[in-house]
């Protein structure tokens, strides 16, 4: 992922009410996919929507726009001038061009913007959380982590532009005499794709792309606090000494890994797991910081 995209990452998460962008943006996600965040990409490993998860009958979903609409256009550190001129060779004002240009002032600056926005969402997780958590953590598997993606947020067409240096600058031009002028929210919701005509330090510009845009919430299964008490116990009163004095580590990376298998079977599993939804913490795993 590139480092100068952070910004916006963590931004968006905040303004869209907990979405995440998918890394690249195009890159599909689906509603009910079962993933891991490894080194900062999303793996996909199924979709609870199979019938062999055995709750594909108690989801309902839902459908919509999505409610943060006057969050877009998002940016920052990012100003904007325009200019129109004409070709001095040709009278005529349709041979002008209008200019528009995009000024960052620090690295990791960003400008974005998207356009028709829906979202499609499992309404009622809540209501067959248990049952999954006994067929992914027991019955049928046993994952100590793992996510479920419960609302998808899908663009149109979206543009994203981000500094990876300090003072960066973008110049797109728009053929035809814009008398009133052009902003940046020409760039993706204006009837022609600009050109850009000059870039000084933005990194991998995307201007009015249509494969579309996707974003997604999710619900992490992972150990609860009540298990990492119940570890703790096992730990204290059952391993040897040489691994009680590394009980931090254990219960932070491997907690339940070191509890004998058969002490984990459906009945008692809701003790030991919980879901929660995705967080700012995640998100920064998936930004691969520390």
Sequence with gaps: MLHSQRK????????????IPCWPLSSSINLGELI????????????????????????SITEGRHPYLDAYPMQSGVSQSF?????????????SASY???????????????????????????????????????EKFNFKEI??????MKAEAFTLLTAEDDDATLEVFFE???????????????????????MKGVASPLI???DGAFFFKAQR???????????????????????????SEILRYVPTQVLPSNDIYPAKVHELFHWREMNLDDLLDYLGVD
Excluded: C, W
Excluded at 147 to 152: D, I, K, L, M, P
Excluded at 180 to 198: F, H, M, N, R, Y
């Design 8 to 19: 916006f990452y963590v931004d968006f998460y905040r303004h869209s009410g907990g979405y």
């Design 147 to 152: 996510y479920v993606v419960t609302s998808v």
């Design 100 to 138: 528009l240009n995009l000024e960052f002032n620090d690295a990791g600056d960003y400008f974005f913007d998207a356009s028709n926005l829906s979202v499609r969402s499992i309404e009622n997780f809540y209501e067959f959380k248990f049952k999954l958590l006994q067929q992914l953590a027991s």
């Design 176 to 198: 035809g005499d814009h008398q009133s002028g052009v902003t940046a929210e020409d760039l993706t919701k204006g009837e022609t794709k600009p050109k850009i005509s000059s």
């Design 36 to 59: 891991l965040i490894v080194k900062g990409r999303v793996v996909k490993l199924g979709n609870i929507m199979d019938e062999f998860f055995g709750v594909n009958e108690d989801i």
């Design 208 to 210: 009015k792309e249509v």
């Design 83 to 95: 200019r129109r001129e004409r070709d001095p060779e040709k009278v005529s004002s349709s041979n």
């Design 221 to 247: 299964l992972e150990v609860s606090t009540q298990g990492k008490e119940i570890v703790s116990k096992h730990i204290l009163s059952q391993l040897p000494e040489s691994m009680q004095k590394h009980r």
